[in-house]
């Protein structure tokens, strides 16, 4: 029966592995965003649901698969080629992007008031999003 299911894998190699430092980086951000996220929640006394943290493994499900494709369509392009590590790299600085955005508007949301929000999150916010959200604060 083990003859059955013995196969010869020395044909499958993976030759090409993302960035382990942007890699870490993104599941960083990630556990960031989701304390960031949470912290949001607790001081708008908005309750905590299931539904909140199924978006967060829907969120890292769609990471993980996003990367194993990645790695997969590199593997099966010649590794000489220079723009194999750009492109895997390019998907993980974008996810990086996504959740610092994500960070930054939890931050904002958390305390829009104090100088450190309007003179260094807000703009930072701004800038990450190209302007494009209109934020509001309280008026004091």
């Known amino acids: ?50 539904s909140g943290y199924r978006k967060t493994a829907r969120k890292l499900t769609q990471y993980i698969g996003s990367i194993m494709v990645s790695v997969i369509l590199m593997n099966t392009f010649q590794q000489e080629h220079p723009v194999v590590q750009y492109v895997n790299d390019g998907l993980l600085i974008l996810l990086i992007y996504i959740e610092t955005t994500s960070i930054f508007g939890n931050l904002y949301a958390i305390d829009n008031t104090s100088m450190f929000a309007r003179y260094f999150i807000a703009p930072v916010l701004r800038l990450l999003t190209l302007y494009m959200r209109k934020l509001h604060r309280e008026q004091p």
Do not use: E, Q
């Open 1 to 50: 029966m083990k003859t059955l299911f013995a196969a010869d894998w020395s044909a499958f190699s993976i030759s090409f592995y993302p960035s382990y430092n942007l890699l870490a980086w993104v599941f960083i951000a990630m556990v960031l965003d989701l304390v960031t996220g949470i912290i949001k929640a607790v001081i708008h006394r908005n309750a905590r649901t299931s």
